[in-house]
């Protein structure tokens, strides 16, 4: 089975527990996807880009209980009230939330699954990707860029990645999910890799001996990692391999927000 027909989407908007929210801080917001990007709240461009797509049949935001959205996203506050977005509470992690998320589907039922802070998200880089994953009795896929791309075009952004024997790769926060028990499995094999996620040789270690011997030889490939993965969680995962290099940009630290709002400035205005 292969994702056909109007998705559902949920938007990431938490925060990680634990840990410091400095783009919130520093621009004085509620919460990261409430801090101004380009002339406006962050959060509202992923939505906008979902809201104007003929493949999503609806959207979930997860934000934090305290995410003042009618004082600082009248915007997204006007969605609520018409009911184009559902907000959903974010839970402890993004693996929880989407968990929740998925609980409350059809079985079956298709989950795609971005970020508020991928700034950058357009209808060009969400088609491609949505494109990208149609090969038959796959129950994830997962957006990748290979890193030379980004590297070419902006020669100063700096990506974790995962260095492999086909290749380096970044992930572009975009995933797409069957809610079914495998998919399940896979969420809850993605909760315990949340805490290793800036350490790709700790998450090859979540797969086994061979993984880290193969990682650190890097002999391991990227299709032989997602079999490793697919045999933990008897899911099938596919990488959806993309090659717009804004796909791979989100808002992570303050330099990253600099990059982004020098971006917008020379390529966007606010989409209205």
């Known amino acids: 089975m292969s994702p056909r027909g109007a ?11 634990g840990e410091p929210d400095v783009i919130a801080d520093a621009a004085g917001a509620s919460c990261k996807a409430l801090a101004p990007v380009g002339g406006q709240p962050m959060i509202e461009r ?4 979902l809201l104007h797509s003929g493949r999503i049949a609806g959207i979930d935001a997860a934000l934090p209980v305290d995410a003042d959205v009618a004082a600082e996203s009248p915007r997204l506050a006007g969605w609520l009230d018409e009911r184009v977005v559902k907000r959903v509470e974010a839970a402890a992690s993004p693996a929880r939330t989407v968990r929740a998320v998925l609980d409350r589907l059809p079985m079956d039922d298709w989950l795609l699954v971005t970020t508020a ?7 060009a ?5 949505l494109g990208r994953c149609e090969a ?39 995933f797409l999910l069957r809610n079914g028990s495998a998919g399940r499995a896979l969420v809850s094999f993605w909760m315990r890799l949340e805490t290793l996620r800036k350490s790709p040789l700790r998450m090859a270690l979540a797969l086994g001996p061979a993984a880290v011997l193969g990682y650190g030889l890097r002999a391991l490939s990227l299709s032989r990692a997602l079999q490793m993965i697919g045999r933990r969680t008897g899911a099938r995962l596919a990488p ?9 940009i989100d808002v992570d630290s303050l330099p990253d927000l ?10 966007h205005a606010p989409r209205r």
């Open 125 to 129: 880089i969400l088609e491609q990707f």
């Open 240 to 248: 959806a391999i993309l090659d717009i290099p804004e796909a791979a």
């Open 7 to 17: 998705l559902r989407a949920l938007v990431l908007a938490g925060t990680r527990q």
């Open 136 to 174: 038959p009795g796959v129950d994830a896929f997962a957006g990748l860029l290979p890193l030379e791309i980004l590297e070419a075009t902006y020669p100063d952004m700096r990506r974790t990645g995962l260095k492999l024997r086909d290749g380096r790769f970044s992930g572009c926060n975009l």
């Open 46 to 49: 992923p939505l906008s880009v």
């Open 258 to 267: 600099a990059f982004v709002e020098s971006f917008l400035a020379k390529t």
């Open 117 to 123: 802070d991928h700034a950058l998200l357009d209808a």
